[in-house]
């Protein structure tokens, strides 16, 4: 799925992937404290529901054999923008330990592009407030900040 096929590429993950999907997840300092690494259970019956469903698409950067890089892709209908397809973005991650490698860049402007190509109109993405490397980076690949992000968390009383 990419240009250069020596180079890192993206494919679409598999649940052999799963645990290193979720090392990535937890791969900083707000990912650790919200995955589990140890019991993956839950993110394997997860990963079968999203690879089920043809509006999902779970990728992984694959660097000869090394996943080193994630995300989700997730087309949603609407009625609002003349009915349009939007994209969403969900979960990039690329191994701290690779970050700095353009490796981010290429996931997104393959995201870009596979969204373009299923008929999507817009893709957006959220990126936590306190991530201000994160919002520089989709802020130079075209990203523009149009809109407050909310979130109720439901996990909480």
Same mark, same amino acid.
């Given at each position: 799925?990419?240009?250069?096929?020596?180079?890192?590429?993206?494919?679409?993950?598999?649940?052999?992937?799963?645990?290193?999907?979720?090392?990535?997840? /937890?791969?900083?300092?707000? &990912?650790? %404290?919200?995955?589990?690494?140890?019991?993956?259970? +839950?993110?394997?019956? =997860?990963? *079968? !529901?999203?690879?089920?469903?043809?509006?999902?698409?779970?990728?992984?950067?694959?660097?000869?054999?090394?996943?080193?890089?994630?995300?989700?892709?997730?087309?949603?209908?609407?009625?609002?923008?003349?009915?349009?397809?939007?994209?969403?973005?969900?979960?990039?991650?690329? /191994?701290?330990?690779?970050? &700095?490698? %353009?490796?981010?860049?290429?996931?997104?402007?393959? +995201?870009?592009?596979? =969204?373009? *190509? !299923?008929?999507?109109?817009?893709?957006?993405?959220?990126?936590?407030?306190?991530?201000?490397?994160?919002?520089?980076?989709?802020?130079?690949?075209?990203?523009?900040?149009?809109?407050?992000?909310?979130?109720?968390?439901?996990?909480?009383?």
């Amino acid at each position: 799925m990419t240009e250069d096929p020596a180079g890192p590429r993206v494919r679409r993950a598999t649940r052999q992937d799963v645990p290193a999907i979720v090392a990535l997840l /937890a791969d900083d300092p707000l &990912g650790a %404290a919200r995955e589990d690494t140890g019991d993956l259970t +839950a993110y394997l019956d =997860a990963f *079968e !529901r999203v690879d089920a469903d043809p509006a999902h698409e779970l990728v992984v950067l694959d660097d000869r054999g090394e996943v080193v890089g994630t995300l989700q892709l997730t087309l949603l209908p609407g009625l609002s923008r003349r009915a349009a397809l939007r994209a969403q973005v969900e979960a990039v991650r690329v /191994a701290s330990s690779r970050r &700095g490698q %353009a490796l981010g860049e290429l996931l997104l402007r393959w +995201a870009v592009e596979r =969204a373009r *190509e !299923r008929g999507a109109v817009l893709v957006q993405l959220t990126t936590d407030a306190s991530r201000d490397d994160a919002h520089r980076f989709y802020e130079r690949l075209g990203f523009a900040a149009t809109h407050v992000g909310m979130k109720l968390d439901l996990m909480r009383d």
